[in-house]
């Protein structure tokens, strides 16, 4: 899968806009949006959000999880676990990226909550390397990852299948005749 | 006629439409056009731009697209011109015109159908009135019923026929002196009214005014106002009252844009983009080259300490140890300085400046500041565009450098910026060096009514001359130098006409006239005129090609003929 591929996924959620326009309900093919009045607050999805935003319609709010004291209460709680903690959005990377490109002078300290962001996804990319390294060293046969958005397996999947399939030839090839190694297939 | 409600009559008008945008190759056009297309993305609107230079270019540009299109938006060009006359177009085509040149062709004030001005009715126009230049259908009829009388009255006495003979004769014949009259008056009206060629408000602030109507108005379009208004002062094409007016006006709005949550709980983020007034410095471009360069090469700054002359490096050397800067620091880049230096720089300069008889070398302006390292004045930017746009490398054809000049403008291009910042930097050195030589060797002849001068074809950097604005630019910086270096009181009231090698191959050459220097001059240039007449008079080959009627081409042989031609005129 494509990282755009997973930023497309991730313009279906819902972000709460103000309007500067009058609108009657629009009926799309994915749900209806509802009436547009123009100063009161309504949620639509992202990708409706950006392009009301482009044309000068519409004033971004941020997602309530998008504040710099939550960002770092979930920065310390990340640092401090071994796991993986719950996320505040399944796509909270793109998210981050798609409203501060466009739509940074509506989000308040702009600038921290990228810095903020992106140590979040330093640390868990860390514990994921961590983790998927274990996993090769000791040969285990299943792995249970909580907590892990598309986009963070999205990143390591690529290189962890490759790998995983290459050693298995060379360990199949190491033993000749036997037909199945002791490795399950992915 | 001139539209009164921009939004109703022309953005509701077009905004359902197909439109066609010709635009005129300059800054305050380039603005313009980048602030209407940001207004036309907004609302998805349909339109094809197309930059034309000259009115051969226009009426090239008309033929192609007038079957598509029916709604034209002209940008800096075509207000002073009988539109209708030159382009011929059909009964539904309309036309929006939003020009910076005056004075405006009467036939275009008085259309009411097809053409429509987007310029403000209160900018000093002094259009004429429509009794003083149409004359009514009326007037001839009358004429046509008296002589059906006569003819009805022949059956009547001879006596009386003779009586009403004699009054009907008289009033003909007072008719038609009163019609001789009015003819004159008529011709003596336009006259004056089209004598002088000047400029008016910013298109690109007319554009934004409407983007502000219609509360679609960003930073960026602020921006591009300021830049096409700073144009207009850069090139000497305003009157310095009315750059000050337009300034207060432009900074309501930057007050207006700045005003948003910007205190300590809710910083913007820094990639934002910042604009703020700035009582700067009148050093062209000095932020992104060395404070030496800039002085040297800033026309303020090099005619008044006159540094073509021994005697003037010397002012120089002495004006900097004046305010104590080591000329180590002054000679790198500015960027590199040292900040102690820099903290007060304007302050000291202004000071010192004021100790060796410049008084102005602060000017106000607008600066924008959007990322960690980016910060340009309005002047700035207004340099390294119309490098760009009438840069001579490459060979590239005048499309190319249109689209990239209106390119360099977005905040996404920088590199295409700071590229034209090069080569405005060659571009200023290469003035410099011109106007240095041409004082050395005195070439600048004074003919009479006027100061003539000529750049031959070897002249180095000749080909950047070859460019309109970079040739008017030239004759603005050489009229102000050299009234700073005669001594003959006469010709500093004089106006300059300058020429310059276009085309090597078809033998032609460019020629400027200017209107004279002085501190309460209006900026009214008669010589549109005065080429139109001496070419006529002399039947040399000329083109009038240009928007601004005060730059023509000329075949290299009918120089000296014109050039007389032009004498026994203006004297």
């Known amino acids: ?186 | 006629m001139f539209v009164t409600d921009i939004r109703k009559e022309f953005y509701e008008v077009v905004a359902n439409q197909r439109v066609a945008l010709l635009v005129a190759s300059d800054i305050d056009a380039l603005c313009g056009c980048k602030i209407i297309q940001a207004l036309f993305h907004f609302d998805q609107v349909q339109y094809t731009l197309v930059p034309v230079m000259g009115w051969q270019d226009l009426g090239t540009a008309f033929l192609e697209h007038r079957d598509q299109f029916r709604y034209f938006v002209l940008i800096n060009c075509g207000a002073n011109v009988d539109l209708l006359e030159m382009l011929q177009p059909e009964d539904d085509c309309i036309f929006f015109i939003c020009d910076t040149h005056r004075p405006v062709d009467v036939v275009n004030v008085y259309n009411d159908t097809q053409i429509k001005l987007l310029i403000k009715q209160d900018d000093d126009l002094g259009v004429p009135s429509y009794d003083d230049i149409f004359q009514d259908e009326e007037d001839e009829e009358e004429a046509g019923d008296d002589s059906g009388n006569e003819s009805g009255d022949g059956s009547e006495p001879s006596g009386k026929r003779r009586r009403f003979d004699e009054g009907a004769v008289e009033r003909r014949i007072e008719r038609q002196r009163e019609k001789r009259e009015w003819e004159a008056r008529r011709r003596e009206i336009l006259f004056e009214y089209e004598q002088y060629e000047y400029h008016g408000t910013s298109t690109a602030m007319m554009f934004f005014e409407l983007a502000w109507l219609l509360s679609k108005d960003t930073k960026d379009m602020l921006w591009w106002a300021i830049i096409g208004l700073t144009d207009q002062w850069v090139h000497d094409k305003v009157t310095h009252m009315k750059y000050i007016t337009d300034i207060a006006t432009m900074q309501r709005h930057v007050s207006r844009h700045n005003h948003r949550n910007e205190d300590e709980e809710n910083s913007l983020s820094v990639d934002c983009m910042r604009i703020s007034f700035e009582y700067d410095l009148r050093l062209t471009l000095y932020q992104h080259w060395s404070l030496y360069e800039s002085i040297c090469n800033s026309c303020y700054t090099s005619c008044h300490f006159k540094l073509w002359t021994l005697n003037g490096q010397k002012k120089l050397q002495e004006f900097l140890a004046d305010m104590g800067l080591p000329l180590r620091q002054v000679r790198q880049k500015f960027t590199s300085m040292d900040m102690s230096i820099k903290e007060n720089l304007r302050e000291v300069i202004e000071e010192s400046s004021n100790k060796y008889g410049m008084k102005d070398i602060r000017i106000q302006t607008f600066g924008v500041h959007f990322g960690f390292k980016n910060r340009f004045l309005a002047s700035d930017m207004v340099h390294a565009t119309i490098a760009l746009l009438e840069s001579t490398e490459n060979d590239e054809n005048e499309t190319d450098n249109f689209i990239k000049a209106l390119d360099s403008l977005s905040r996404s291009n920088l590199d295409s910026l700071h590229s034209g910042m090069d080569l405005a930097k060659k571009k200023l050195i290469a003035i410099q060096q011109t106007v240095a030589s041409c004082i050395c060797t005195n070439l600048i002849l004074s003919q009479g009514p006027f100061l003539y001068c000529y750049l031959m074809e070897g002249t180095p950097d000749v080909k950047l001359f070859s460019k309109p604005m970079a040739l008017t630019l030239l004759s603005k910086y050489l009229l102000k130098a050299f009234i700073q270096s005669t001594r003959n009181k006469r010709c500093r009231l004089l106006p300059l006409i300058m020429a310059a090698p276009k085309d090597v191959e078809k033998g032609t050459v460019l020629v400027v006239g200017i209107p004279p220097e002085s501190e309460t001059s209006d900026k009214k240039n008669f010589f549109g005129r005065a080429f139109e007449k001496a070419a006529e008079s002399t039947s040399s080959r000329t083109l009038h090609d240009h928007f601004d009627t005060c730059l023509i081409e000329l075949k290299t042989e009918d120089r000296s003929k014109f050039l007389d031609a032009l004498i026994t005129l203006l004297s």
Request: proline fraction near 6%; charge should be negative; hydrophobic fraction near 40%.
């Open chain 1, 1 to 186: 899968m494509d990282p755009s591929e997973v930023e497309f996924l991730a313009e279906k959620e819902l972000v709460k806009i103000v309007p500067n326009f009058n609108l009657d309900k629009l009926y799309l093919i994915g749900g209806d949006l509802g009436p547009f009045n123009a100063g009161l607050p309504l949620d639509v999805p992202v990708w409706l959000a950006l392009n009301l935003k482009q044309r000068q319609k519409c004033r971004i709010v941020p997602p309530d999880w998008m504040d710099v004291e939550k960002l770092e209460e979930i920065r310390e709680l990340e640092r401090k676990a071994a796991a993986f903690t719950p996320v505040p959005s399944p796509y909270y990377m793109e998210l981050t990226k798609l409203l501060l490109n466009h739509a940074s002078d509506n989000i308040p300290k702009a600038d921290e909550i990228r810095t903020l962001v992106k140590d979040i996804w330093d640390t868990r990319i860390a514990k994921l390397r961590l983790s998927a390294d274990s996993f090769v060293s000791q040969q285990e046969a299943h792995a249970k990852l909580d907590n892990l958005t598309l986009m963070e397996i999205n990143t390591i999947r690529g290189f962890l299948l490759g790998s995983l399939n290459c050693m298995y030839k060379l360990r199949s090839n190491l033993q000749p005749g036997s037909s199945k190694g002791q490795y399950g297939d992915f």
